[in-house]
């Protein structure tokens, strides 16, 4: 059973800095995919960002520049360093891992962003 958890989330003001963790129960290597979306109230969940097993990494228009996404295999940890947060990344954050059979998900975490 694959499990994910995030962390890190919480209330920032504008222009501030939050880093995003997820935490995988065991390695990350079987998981071709991992990544960031995220869904704010009454949308759609979207795509943030997400990195490959060889990593390449893939960002939303909206936050390229401002986000990074990182992974620590030994760790089995994948990371979102959000910068230069604005209100409209107020959402929660859902870390997403990919393997060939299934998709898996964790609970969320919410940043909001006061202006």
């Known amino acids: 059973q694959v499990q994910l958890v995030e962390s890190g989330g919480g209330l920032v003001q504008a222009g501030g800095s939050l880093r995003l963790s997820c935490a995988a129960s065991g390695s990350l290597f079987r998981f071709y995919v991992v990544g960031w979306y995220r869904q704010a109230p009454g949308k759609q969940r979207e795509l943030v960002a997400a990195i490959t097993l060889g990593g390449t990494t893939n960002y939303a228009d909206s936050v390229k520049g401002r986000f990074t996404i990182s992974r620590d295999n030994a760790k089995s940890t994948v990371y979102l360093q959000m910068n230069s947060l604005k209100p409209e990344d107020t959402a929660v954050y859902y870390c997403?891992?990919?393997?060939?059979?299934?998709?898996?998900w964790g609970a969320g975490t919410l940043v909001t962003v006061s202006s």
């Open positions: 997403n891992a990919k393997d060939p059979g299934m998709d898996y």
